[in-house]
């Protein structure tokens, strides 16, 4: 496991490219920083590669970045102006440092209802998806605020949903009896190995020690999804860390596959105020994710 030293983040995302990582993470209060990397370990800040959002009036979180297509596009939460309300953006560039551009003047979307933590999945098929969470601000179920992860089928110019999203992953089990008054399933990512469908999440909230990621299979990318009976595969170390969770996935130069996730910065104090770290992902022998720490 690497903890840096970059921290009053969350949610980080990393780009591998070129043989340099960049590094994406909820970390301004009018856009996103990006930094840079050879190694994983050493981080250099090169400013934001995104503001002065067109649509998007504060709550920008979770930005994840993908080359596709020879540009660089740019999936982040923000609050919408239009109805104070938090939707999914998408900007693009030439360039993985920005300065990005929205591709339209609003969200990307518009399901009615508060949308945040996106994620693409470019399919081996030709096919892409993405999946992100209805926010438990405004989703109640049962007299209780709670988030859920969604999935839709996206056109390949990846301005149009071609599917009604479908509820992927709902808390379930220990999710719904944690510390956090409301059950979460949030932070999504899928990822393909050996024609099946990993889906990491992440339960409780964000401030609390016991915020962890979760793993789920599935055979199809849009549902199906088995969440597993040892849940979590990543979460609190006494004395060690707090609070891992809002992972992604990336592959090293090195050819191994790697996750990116935040801890609390101060671990006797938990808080927003999150540091980025990266452990080692492997599938054993029945194909069950594990996080090497």
């Not at 149009?160 to 059950?183: A, C, Q, R």
């Amino acid at each position: 496991m690497i903890i840096t030293k970059v921290t009053g983040i969350g949610d980080p995302f990393v780009l591998a490219d070129d043989g340099t990582y960049y590094l994406y993470a909820t970390s301004a209060a009018d856009g996103f920083k990006v930094w840079t990397s050879k190694d994983l370990i050493n981080w250099e800040e090169n400013g934001k590669c995104y503001k002065n959002s067109p649509w998007g009036e504060g709550c920008f979180w979770a930005p994840e970045a993908y080359k596709y297509k020879g540009k660089y596009y740019l999936l982040f939460t923000a609050t919408w102006k239009k109805n104070h309300s938090r939707r999914i953006g998408l900007a693009v560039s030439d360039s993985p440092l920005g300065p990005f551009k929205d591709i339209k003047d609003g969200p990307l979307f518009d399901e009615g209802y508060s949308a945040i933590d996106a994620t693409f999945l470019f399919d081996d098929d030709g096919k892409n998806y993405i999946y992100y969470v209805r926010e438990c601000v405004e989703n109640i179920i049962d007299g209780r605020n709670t988030s859920e992860i969604y999935g839709a089928e996206i056109s390949a110019d990846l301005t149009m949903l071609l599917t009604k999203p479908v509820l992927i992953s709902t808390p379930s089990g220990f999710e719904k009896k944690m510390n956090w008054d409301w059950p979460i399933n949030e932070g999504p990512v899928v990822v393909k190995h050996n024609q099946k469908y990993y889906l990491n999440y992440s339960a409780d909230g964000y401030t609390s020690r016991n915020y962890c990621v979760c793993c789920a299979e599935s055979d199809n990318p849009l549902g199906g999804f088995k969440k597993y009976d040892d849940n979590p595969i990543l979460k609190y170390k006494e004395n060690e860390f707090s609070g891992p969770g809002h992972n992604s996935i990336f592959k090293g130069f090195d050819g191994n596959l790697y996750t990116s996730f935040h801890i609390h910065t101060d671990y006797e104090h938990p808080s927003g105020d999150r540091t980025v770290c990266f452990a080692r992902v492997e599938f054993d022998d029945t194909g069950k994710m594990k996080i090497v720490l």
